[in-house]
């Protein structure tokens, strides 16, 4: 089950517009069957947690205890989720975190699993250092990502004491998503002005530099499908 880049990519041009902008938006990534593979991976994928924050605590919420709660309890949840986020950092979302998975021997021979340890090999990570001009980065993390109607992810940076982060990616595996759905990853000035809206491209690959001010906007209630993605960072040091 092997991976690769596009043969068609051009490195020297995707470095120039990282360099100038300090993200690189590159469509066709991977080649077309691949990306079919990996979408129909997640598509398919149910072990999903409900991700958000407690005031500054991260959550995981494993799909049993969701089901668990009762509507109220769920609608509870919700508007709680949506209170914090009017003020201060928040996010909604499911995501599978690969990376953790991984080192616990967790669904190793999953197709998500075989494109992470893909991602995680000097091929990808040459290409990485290549675009973005860090030298140093020896490492990814990855986690799939489902944004459904109502999910979300407000305005931060991505800095991390002790996490090394140099870029942030996001592979986009979502065919014939509109505009009008949301899920838009917005790139933000120092004035809060929207400077770059990304629309969640099949299989485009975008790289942001950490730190750097961005959000997703929320899915609209009106999507007709989820927001798919593989994302993590591109670090630099020793693996945690």
Known sequence: MAFSLSAALDPDAIAAQFGEHGYASIPGILPGEQAKRLHKAISSFTDWNLVFSDRGRH?????????????????????????????????????????????????VDHVLH??????????????????????DITFVDAQATRYNPGHFLTTHDDSAEGKHRRAAYIFNFTPDWRADWGGFLQLLDEDGHVRRGLRPTFNT??????????????????????????TGWLRYGERE
Not at 60 to 81: E, V
């Open 59 to 107: 959550i995981d919420l494993a799909a049993t205890q969701l089901h668990s709660l009762s509507p109220q309890k769920r609608t509870d949840l919700q508007n709680a989720i949506y209170a914090q986020a009017r003020n201060d950092f928040q996010y909604l979302y499911n995501n599978y975190p690969i990376f953790d998975a991984h080192r616990q021997g967790r669904n």
């Open 114 to 135: 075989k494109f992470y340890e893909w991602l995680d090999t000097e091929p990808f990570l040459e290409f990485a250092r290549a675009v973005t001009g860090y030298d």
């Open 205 to 230: 690959l975008n790289i942001i530099a950490v730190p750097q001010t961005h959000s997703v906007s929320i899915v609209t209630p009106f999507a007709a499908g989820s927001r798919l993605s593989v």
